[in-house]
């Protein structure tokens, strides 16, 4: 199975802050990227799905380079209520029918007032 | 409220026995999905089914068995051959083909004493 890389962070922000984070993947059949947002001793939440260059949603921003096997994403305007763990994880189900995600280990992002 | 469920929340059992976490889907999606989740990891994907009374085997597989007798119900049975059973147990689920986002369950957490 392909690997998925994150830096574990945390990252420090104050509020109001942009912060942004990456995630590589070695898979370069992969088609379909997702960013998941998770809260402590709960479950991934989708944040964002990227299917082709980008995808923004309010401020939030994701970004694909495939040249460079990386997708971003971008938070501004950061709120206390994005402090948690987020997930990237990349397709590796290509050419199979099935969606079968390899995770990151995720990015813990810490706002602080 | 379509969704997904497992059950219990939380489950305790000595060592040697099996157990089987419960995930049921309202969604009307054809794949399903375990994951393992143990602290400061990634999602490692146990076992996947896209149609009834078909199943793959995942990354860890070993230990776990799975069935798919309906479309909205996929239990996970924990058998005494899982050497390290304790961890976060989440189910998912997804429309079929490739690009498919999935949504998870709020998770069992099993602890294996």
């Known amino acids: 199975r392909k690997e998925v890389e994150q830096d574990p962070g945390p990252f420090n922000v104050p509020e109001g802050a942009t912060v942004a984070f990456n995630c590589t993947y070695s898979n370069s059949a992969s088609q379909s990227f997702f960013w998941y947002r998770q809260d402590c001793r709960k479950e991934p939440k989708l944040l964002m799905s990227?299917?082709?260059s980008g995808n923004e949603d309010g401020r939030f921003t994701a970004q694909l380079n495939r040249a460079s096997q990386y997708i971003s994403l971008l938070i501004r305007d950061s709120k206390l209520s994005d402090s948690a763990t987020y997930l990237c994880a990349v397709n590796s189900g290509e050419g199979t029918g099935y969606s079968t995600l390899t995770f990151g280990k995720g990015t813990m992002l810490l706002v602080s007032p | 409220d379509g969704g997904i469920t497992q059950s219990p929340k939380y489950l305790f059992r000595k060592e040697g026995q099996n157990v089987t976490l419960s995930c049921e889907q309202n969604l009307n999606h054809d794949a399903m999905y375990w994951y393992r989740q143990d602290p400061g990891q990634g999602l490692r994907l146990i076992y996947y089914s896209q149609i009834v009374n078909d199943f793959q085997k995942g990354d860890i597989a070993e230990g776990y068995s799975v069935s798919r007798e309906k479309k909205e119900s996929f239990p996970l049975t924990v058998t005494s051959a899982q050497k390290n059973p304790t961890a976060f147990y989440l189910c998912?689920?997804?429309?079929?083909?490739?690009?498919?986002?999935?949504?998870f369950g709020p998770g069992t957490r099993l602890t294996v004493t």
């Open positions: 990227v299917y082709s």
């Open positions: 998912a689920s997804s429309t079929t083909g490739s690009l498919g986002e999935q949504y």
